[in-house]
T-cell receptor, first 111, second 116 residues
């Protein structure tokens, strides 16, 4: 079967750094996406990884290890507005359209 | 300019009724999707259309029927609504560019359906 695992909830402090992990078992691999979803809003795209390594975008970075079926999203200099759910999604091999979605990690930022 | 729009934003209705949700995207994308997000926040794909052709049809009750009049619109009709249909329904679109980057999905604001 196809499976994506993420922690259900994490708590971090404003100004700190937090790493949200995602492990996946899918029928092949064709890319991994991270999305941010604020409460009551739509998911919005954060990052895409298809090759091993780190992709940096401002305060957010995403890492991928295909051999380990593992990714993480790193958020630096946390702000209160970063309180949201973070969704990991994998595109299986042979699929141009379908994503396999994780259940999301709810990140709570405390002052 | 709204990239992916959905109407209505809120829908409250009685069990047994039939309702429709409309979605439009002005991004020029060739693929559109319907997702259901339940109270546990898990996003579940329901349908996908590529250039008006149904390409993903997950295990969904046949009370749910999508319709794509053109590649900018994807509507969802639900017959005989049940309590378990209460959820947030998201429309999304993407432009498929081979198997490379750039085909992230853009989501509409969601339709909150409550069945009483």
């Amino acid at each position: 079967g196809q499976n994506i695992d993420q922690p259900t909830e994490m708590t971090a402090t404003e100004g700190a750094i937090v790493q949200i992990n995602c492990t996946y078992q899918t029928s092949g691999f064709n890319g991994l996406f991270w999305y941010q979803q604020h409460a009551g809003e739509a998911p919005t795209f954060l990052s895409y990884n298809v090759l091993d390594g780190l992709e940096e975008k401002g305060r957010f970075s995403s890492f991928l290890s295909r051999s380990k079926g593992y990714s993480y999203l790193l958020l630096k200099e946390l702000q209160m507005k970063d309180s949201a759910s973070y969704l990991c999604a994998v595109k299986p091999r042979g699929s141009n359209y379908q994503l396999i979605w994780g259940a999301g990690t709810k990140l709570i930022i405390k002052p | 300019d709204t990239a992916v729009s959905q109407t209505p934003k809120y829908l409250v209705t009685q069990m047994g009724n039939d309702k429709s949700i409309k979605c439009e995207q002005n991004l020029g994308h060739d693929t559109m999707y319907w997702y259901k997000q339940d109270s546990k926040k898990f996003l579940k794909i329901m349908f996908s259309y590529n250039n008006k052709e149904l390409i993903i049809n997950e295990t969904v009750p046949n009370r749910f029927s999508p319709k794509s009049p053109d590649k900018a619109h994807l509507n969802l009709h639900i017959n005989s609504l049940e309590l378990g249909d209460s959820a947030v329904y998201f429309c999304a679109s993407s432009q498929v560019i081979g198997s490379g980057a750039g085909n992230e999905q853009f989501f509409g604001p969601g339709t909150r359906l409550t069945v009483l």
